[in-house]
């Protein structure tokens, strides 16, 4: 089971720019589909962003041009990088991790992005 720790959290104005960290242990890295979900007050949780051991990304509607993930094996991070913010991207963020063919199962503790206007 992979271990997974995020930061990069924060407050930031609207237009502003963020990027999340996911440090992974405890289990080899590059063998994991990453994601980047949010969960905002009253809202749903959502998956925002993927990435697969391959590289292949995916976004949600409301993020694409604005948001990249992307991953570093050699440093066991994923990231997400996320320009243009929106009042509405505030939201705690928490990263995932799957084995090739299953859901997502282990997750981070979570951290706090607010984007004030």
């Known amino acids: 089971q992979v271990q997974l720790v995020e930061s990069g959290g924060g407050l930031v104005q609207v237009g502003g720019s963020l990027r999340l960290s996911c440090t992974a242990s405890?289990?080899?890295?590059?063998?994991?589909?990453m994601g980047w979900y949010r969960q905002a007050p009253g809202k749903q949780f959502e998956l925002v962003a993927g990435?697969?051991?391959?590289?292949?990304?995916n976004y949600t509607d409301s993020v694409k041009g604005r948001f990249t993930i992307s991953r570093d094996n050699g440093k066991n991070t994923a990231y997400l990088q996320m320009n243009s913010l929106k009042p509405e991207d505030t939201a705690v963020y928490y990263c995932?991790?799957?084995?090739?063919?299953?859901?997502?199962?282990?997750w981070g503790q979570g951290t706090q992005v607010t984007v004030s206007s």
């Open positions: 990435i697969t051991t391959g590289g292949t990304t």
């Open positions: 995932a991790a799957a084995r090739a063919g299953s859901n997502f199962g282990s």
């Open positions: 405890g289990s080899i890295f590059s063998r994991y589909a």
